[in-house]
């Protein structure tokens, strides 16, 4: 009889995610009930913001219980079927969670068909969450304007990158930060970024001033800490901060202290928002849409790094946070 | 002949302004040019954002220089008037700067003629540009709607006690926060406000969580430090910070760290912004309008302190600073 190895979370991490943290589990696979589906799944994501659904405090989501599968975006293909709307063979793409089978509709799980001809991997990727992320946190919250300056921290990941390859789409001067000088290299000569800057061995605050000779009109920014304090001193009248994460802060065992620029909010009039994807839901098909125009035209470009094994999860997760990865990372399950 | 006593900067402050920055020297009264009027001053106003316009950096107004008149907001009587639009007799309002006698119009200041009835002190207080702050701040910026729980700080201010009636107008639940007994009874018996936490006996955490069971919608926040990073701790989905001031830095010699729980404004999709009156001065009209017919209904209350005598002015504005003062604060010269 088939199992369903199930990752379930053992104890909370204080600071990175180790080895006491999660365990591998059997349990059988389930059997839908009416109006039911069961996913064999394909792909699982990793994503920086799964990290903040471990901690236990109240957010935009429950934390995952003690003892529950790891939440995680993911996709899979229906091998079992009690909804006419989710036919088997159809691929579905959802928060199926650390697992190798899940239960989607009723009480399971929510999950989207795919349409017919779309990559899996290029579902969770380039038209998944993260590029969503991007196109919403772009033109909704930061709304930047042809000719204005765009820096984007994170900038190889997979939200920035193709955060600021909207903005270059919107005419935009784009200036990334990342940790290495390849991703840095992959930015500027890939992606089309105007600069980017490697926060890693270079004088940040002196290559801003280098990159932004007119200031900085909009910040994207999905890392936090001391580039979002620096980027603050260097904004302009009107200016706008997307604050769409801030992984410098999700290991912390203390929340580190805060920007203590802000109040270049007040002499620019400046406004920083933040927003989460989940609130876009509607508006989905009309980002994968314009994504996938985007890509058609070779306009926006990105990479994806694929680990082999459901049970590597709980370590590659990590490599977000010491900045091993670039582009979209996401494990092949089955 | 007639001399005009002017308060120049002589030295830049660190810290608190003290006796060293500021020197009485003594000019003749200048002769107005063509298109320009002479005001003999009648009173000048003393507020907090004075104290960023004596640091020596770029900002929404440049530095106060050395040797020059200090910059200020004050009304005075036309004494002689090159200028039919301004006739000799009417009281203008404007920047008059620390001095007996200043000339607007031209190179000089500019002004605007206050409409006949007016008292000159409401014309700096209830009906100027503190009071005109709160206004587009909570009305513009902040845009509380009915029901929702307002927290505003430096309540008993001159900015802050209007800003928390407007919120009280437009339907809110309001809560300040002052620094004494006396200005939170005067805030809650007088003005209206639901509550008022003495930040400087209680507990604020405690009491922003015993006066605002609901959260924090909207924060008109004049002060930061502290008190910012316990209110971000309990906004709700949306809620919308004003960034008016921070009062609490203004002397700072270095700039304290910024608010750590500013990553609330993404899981609570929030906004941060600063705002300046200066924005606003072609709907300053709309807000006198609006405050005139607010004070005749007995909807919004002040509170004036009058300092007698030009030459108090540099020791009289730490008041604003030491939390000594209540409402407007200002100083009456002729």
């Not at 091998?79 to 063979?89: E, I, L, M, R, T």
């Not at 926060?199 to 979002?228: H, M, Q, W």
């Amino acid at each position: 009889m088939a199992k369903n190895r199930q990752i379930v979370l053992r104890e909370r991490p204080t600071g990175m995610i180790d080895d006491r943290c999660f365990e591998v589990i059997e349990e059988p696979v389930p059997e839908p009930g009416p109006g039911q589906a069961l996913v064999r799944i394909q792909y699982v994501s990793l994503d920086p913001a799964m990290r903040g659904w471990l901690d236990d405090r109240d957010s935009y989501l429950p934390p995952v219980g003690i003892g529950e599968v790891m939440r995680s975006g993911g996709l899979g293909e229906v091998v079992v079927s009690n909804d006419p709307a989710v036919p088997v063979g159809s691929t579905v793409n959802g928060l199926v969670g650390w697992q190798d089978y899940a239960l989607i509709g009723g009480e399971g799980g929510r999950a989207t068909v795919l349409p017919e001809g779309i990559d899996p991997i290029d579902a969770l990727s380039v038209y998944g969450a993260t590029a969503l992320t991007a196109y919403f946190g772009v033109l909704d919250v930061a709304r930047p304007e042809t000719g204005e300056t765009v820096v984007v921290s994170g900038a190889a990941g997979a939200t920035g990158s193709v955060a600021g390859q909207i903005a270059r789409i919107k005419g935009c001067r784009v200036v990334g930060v990342a940790g290495t000088e390849d991703k840095c290299r992959w930015v500027t000569d890939e992606l089309g970024f105007d600069a980017c800057v490697n926060y890693k061995s270079e004088d940040v605050a002196a290559r801003l001033d280098e990159t932004c000779p007119n200031g900085i009109d909009v910040y994207f920014d999905n890392v936090g800490g001391e580039i979002l304090d620096l980027v603050l001193d260097r904004i302009n009248l009107r200016a706008r901060i997307a604050l769409c994460g801030a992984i410098s802060i999700y290991n912390a065992t203390e929340l580190p202290p805060g920007p203590s620029n802000y109040f270049k909010l007040v002499t620019c009039r400046a406004r920083m928002e933040g927003f989460l994807l989940f609130d876009y839901v509607d508006r989905f098909a009309e980002g994968v849409l314009a994504l996938a125009g985007w890509v058609a035209e070779g306009l926006v470009k990105h990479r994806v790094e694929v680990v082999e094994g459901l049970e590597q999860a709980p370590t590659a997760i990590n490599r977000l946070f010491t900045g091993e990865n670039s582009g979209k990372l996401v494990v092949k399950v089955a």
